[in-house]
């Protein structure tokens, strides 16, 4: 198994920049895509950005494009989501995310092996 856990969320101003990181637990955590969504107040949860095991490819979702970073160390089991040029939208709590398959990553992460709990992210205008 795979255990999740983030930290780095925090309340910011517009423009500013925060890193997310997600440690994970688990002897396999170089197998897996590793990936962040988010879900803000009211809202549906959406895809973020995701990392191949290797870190070869990585992919985003349009709003982000260009202002988030996502990387892996698989020698410290750890994923990150450096985010700059912050916006109020991006105000939503940040799920770290592993699966065996990318595909998983595209969408809502339905059938997603592997959640963190959660850190929290505001941003304000």
């Known amino acids: 198994q795979v255990q999740l856990v983030e930290s780095g969320g925090g309340l910011v101003q517009a423009g500013d920049s925060l890193r997310l990181s997600c440690a994970a637990s688990g002897r396999t955590f170089s197998s897996y895509v590793m990936g962040w969504f988010r879900q803000a107040a009211g809202k549906e949860r959406e895809f973020v950005a995701a990392?191949?095991?290797?870190?070869?490819?990585?992919y985003y979702t349009d709003s982000v494009k260009g202002r988030f970073t996502i990387s892996r160390d698989n020698a410290k089991n750890t994923v990150s989501l450096q985010m700059n040029s912050l916006k109020p939208e991006d105000t939503a709590v940040y799920y770290c995310a592993a699966d065996r398959a990318i595909g998983t990553m595209l969408g809502r992460g339905a059938g997603m092996d592997y959640w963190g709990k959660g850190t929290l992210v505001t941003v304000s205008s």
């Open positions: 990392i191949t095991w290797s870190g070869g490819r990585t």
